[in-house]
């Protein structure tokens, strides 16, 4: 099913000048791809102790069922010197999109190495020169780590007998990752290692059907980790006749009028009011929707001018949007000035020079993108040649605008076939794979799901992923094995100083102690271990 651009999630948006992906080679003339790996020696402080790594930039090729080549997938691998393999952790790390390379959860956040990044207001950080600096908050203090691109974008690319439906679709891609992981823990002989999944935004869609298929495959993971996730597009593609949006962002939208305290009185306790949020919009709020033109004058009232006091918008705007106030909507009243808000971090602004048009205008980069593109892009090819000493005559491919055009968005729920046998096979409104990351954890019940949401993210709301997993039919046993965790950040978790020591500290235990396979033993739904409200 094609979804409208505009919910494709984390930077894969139609913009000029991103990169499409490389053309297939002439498969009359071209010869077998040619697999290679450069490895360069390091050390990290991190964690009170030095930590010696390798670090691997290569590729592998993967084949077809006649064993043709079909795609080189590139990656960095970060490796601790004489770690034992059984003991060591060893985590798979993406982003998403469609059509986003690892750059992001690499350099971004989570590597050896980030980013200096701007932020929030700091316009000359967001001109080179940028820095990079080593990473204390880095998770290689537990765990070894390989950062995957996506065919498509880094410097993977379609090679040989390989065409993009082979790649550019959900089931299509997680298949690509479970072979490219197959083959690495069997080059590496890690295949007694405790292992886990890491991936953003559209990498947390890719991780739950990637889990299962590693599942199907004998290949037990110890965990999963999500962060900013989306697992139900139904919560975020707004359509007529489909109202689970407009519950599911009203508590993030909540949370961005608090942050810029637009809300009086304003509440003293973001975590609090955000409950406060969360119980109306699941229930009052519902109820109204639900109702559509049924709904009577008074109480239709009665719900703008609560809308209202949530969210700082006025209760006759939202009453002329029907209670139905549109993510590009809010981004651009909730301010009540010039100013715009980031899709993918509330805290984020920017100018409008069309403020009375419904869109910003062709071009518009964002806040967000605004702020940190150009550090991302200069900061990994001046990282993959001066330090990690991979050279290559291709542009890395950052960000594909191209893949999310032919993205192939059909996906057979595990319980498909004890639906009401209507439609085509593939959810009404939208890709759902809640269902079979559900079916991963009942296969694999000692398996651990963290969640990691940030409060001022409007790309992935945090409400609609806490809806996904409540509906996404596991067994009740198994609640005790998702861990949530709430941040004062928007999508890109790790852009916030103050937030990437804490988002480290957690992954961390939560590596260790799923690899320790120290199950928890609370009974409740989610574990909430929320980070101070405030920066």
Same mark, same amino acid.
């Given at each position: 099913?094609?979804?409208?651009?505009?919910?494709?999630?984390?930077?894969?948006?139609?913009?000029?000048?991103?990169?499409?992906?490389?053309?297939?080679?002439?498969?009359?003339?071209?010869?077998?791809?040619?697999?290679?790996?450069?490895?360069?020696?390091?050390?990290?402080?991190?964690?009170?102790?030095?930590?010696?790594?390798?670090?691997?930039?290569?590729?592998?090729?993967?084949?077809?069922?006649?064993?043709?080549?079909?795609?080189?997938?590139?990656?960095?691998?970060?490796?601790?010197?004489?770690?034992?393999?059984?003991?060591?952790?060893?985590?798979?790390?993406?982003?998403?999109?469609?059509?986003?390379?690892?750059?992001?959860?690499?350099?971004?956040?989570?590597?050896?190495?980030?980013?200096?990044?701007?932020?929030?207001?700091?316009?000359?950080?967001?001109?080179?020169?940028?820095?990079?600096?080593?990473?204390?908050?880095?998770?290689?203090?537990?765990?070894?780590?390989?950062?995957?691109?996506?065919?498509?974008?880094?410097?993977?690319?379609?090679?040989?007998?390989?065409?993009?439906?082979?790649?550019?679709?959900?089931?299509?891609?997680?298949?690509?990752?479970?072979?490219?992981?197959?083959?690495?823990?069997?080059?590496?002989?890690?295949?007694?290692?405790?292992?886990?999944?890491?991936?953003?935004?559209?990498?947390?869609?890719?991780?739950?059907?990637?889990?299962?298929?590693?599942?199907?495959?004998?290949?037990?993971?110890?965990?999963?980790?999500?962060?900013?996730?989306?697992?139900?597009?139904?919560?975020?593609?707004?359509?007529?006749?489909?109202?689970?949006?407009?519950?599911?962002?009203?508590?993030?939208?909540?949370?961005?009028?608090?942050?810029?305290?637009?809300?009086?009185?304003?509440?003293?306790?973001?975590?609090?009011?955000?409950?406060?949020?969360?119980?109306?919009?699941?229930? $009052?709020? @519902?109820? %109204?929707? +639900?109702? !559509?033109? =049924?709904?009577?004058?008074?109480? #239709?009232?009665?719900? $703008?001018? @609560?809308? %209202?006091? +949530?969210? !700082?918008? =006025?209760?006759?705007?939202?009453? #002329?949007?029907?209670?139905?106030?549109?993510?590009?909507? +809010?981004?651009?009243?909730?301010?009540?000035?010039?100013?715009?808000?980031?899709?993918?971090?509330?805290?984020?602004?920017?100018?409008?020079?069309?403020?009375?048009?419904?869109?910003?205008?062709?071009?518009?980069?964002?806040?967000?993108?605004?702020?940190?593109?150009?550090?991302?892009?200069?900061?990994?090819?001046?990282?993959?040649?001066?330090?990690?000493?991979?050279?290559?005559?291709?542009?890395?491919?950052?960000?594909?605008?191209?893949?999310?055009?032919?993205?192939?968005?059909?996906?057979?729920?595990?319980?498909?076939?004890?639906?009401?046998?209507?439609?085509?096979?593939?959810?009404?409104?939208?890709?759902?794979?809640?269902?079979?990351?559900?079916?991963?954890?009942?296969?694999?019940?000692?398996?651990?799901?963290?969640?990691?949401?940030?409060?001022?993210?409007?790309?992935?709301?945090?409400?609609?992923?806490?809806?996904?997993?409540?509906?996404?039919?596991?067994?009740?046993?198994?609640?005790?094995?998702?861990?949530?965790?709430?941040?004062?950040?928007?999508?890109?978790?790790?852009?916030?100083?103050?937030?990437?020591?804490?988002?480290?500290?957690?992954?961390?235990?939560?590596?260790?102690?799923?690899?320790?396979?120290?199950?928890?033993?609370?009974?409740?739904?989610?574990?909430?271990?929320?980070?101070?409200?405030?920066?």
């Amino acid at each position: 099913m094609k979804l409208a651009p505009w919910v494709f999630v984390l930077l894969a948006v139609s913009t000029p000048g991103w990169t499409a992906p490389r053309p297939v080679a002439d498969r009359s003339t071209a010869a077998a791809p040619q697999e290679r790996a450069v490895q360069t020696r390091h050390s990290l402080r991190a964690e009170g102790r030095t930590i010696h790594y390798t670090a691997t930039a290569g590729t592998l090729v993967l084949r077809n069922g006649d064993r043709q080549a079909i795609g080189s997938v590139f990656y960095i691998a970060y490796t601790e010197d004489g770690a034992e393999p059984d003991g060591r952790p060893l985590t798979f790390a993406y982003n998403g999109g469609p059509g986003a390379a690892s750059s992001l959860v690499n350099i971004g956040g989570y590597g050896p190495q980030r980013i200096v990044w701007p932020q929030p207001g700091d316009l000359a950080a967001a001109q080179p020169p940028y820095r990079m600096e080593p990473n204390p908050d880095s998770i290689l203090a537990s765990t070894d780590l390989v950062f995957i691109d996506a065919v498509g974008t880094g410097y993977s690319e379609i090679v040989g007998e390989g065409r993009p439906e082979d790649f550019y679709g959900v089931d299509a891609d997680a298949a690509a990752f479970a072979q490219f992981i197959q083959r690495y823990v069997g080059e590496h002989r890690r295949w007694n290692s405790p292992k886990f999944l890491l991936g953003e935004s559209y990498g947390t869609t890719r991780s739950a059907v990637l889990a299962n298929d590693l599942a199907q495959q004998g290949t037990n993971l110890n965990g999963i980790i999500m962060c900013s996730a989306v697992l139900d597009f139904r919560t975020v593609n707004a359509v007529p006749g489909n109202d689970l949006p407009y519950i599911a962002y009203l508590p993030s939208y909540a949370a961005a009028a608090w942050y810029h305290r637009r809300l009086d009185p304003m509440p003293p306790d973001l975590p609090k009011f955000i409950a406060e949020v969360e119980n109306f919009a699941g229930q $009052a709020y @519902q109820q %109204a929707l +639900f109702a !559509g033109s =049924a709904l009577p004058d008074a109480d #239709k009232r009665a719900i $703008a001018d @609560q809308l %209202a006091s +949530f969210t !700082g918008i =006025a209760a006759d705007l939202w009453l #002329k949007a029907d209670l139905r106030m549109p993510l590009s909507v +809010f981004q651009r009243n909730v301010l009540r000035d010039r100013r715009m808000t980031g899709r993918y971090d509330e805290r984020y602004t920017l100018l409008q020079m069309q403020p009375l048009l419904s869109v910003p205008g062709r071009g518009n980069l964002g806040p967000v993108l605004s702020a940190g593109y150009g550090a991302l892009t200069v900061a990994m090819q001046r990282y993959l040649g001066e330090v990690l000493g991979y050279q290559s005559d291709q542009p890395y491919v950052q960000l594909s605008s191209a893949m999310d055009q032919v993205w192939n968005w059909h996906h057979r729920s595990p319980f498909t076939d004890f639906g009401m046998e209507v439609g085509n096979g593939t959810t009404c409104c939208g890709t759902n794979v809640a269902p079979v990351l559900a079916r991963a954890m009942n296969n694999n019940p000692g398996m651990q799901l963290m969640v990691n949401h940030g409060w001022y993210d409007t790309a992935t709301p945090f409400y609609g992923v806490d809806y996904s997993l409540a509906h996404s039919g596991l067994p009740l046993a198994l609640n005790r094995n998702i861990h949530t965790y709430y941040y004062p950040a928007g999508h890109m978790l790790y852009l916030s100083p103050t937030v990437l020591p804490q988002i480290g500290r957690n992954i961390n235990q939560f590596i260790r102690t799923a690899s320790a396979r120290q199950l928890p033993s609370s009974s409740a739904r989610n574990v909430h271990e929320q980070t101070p409200a405030s920066e």
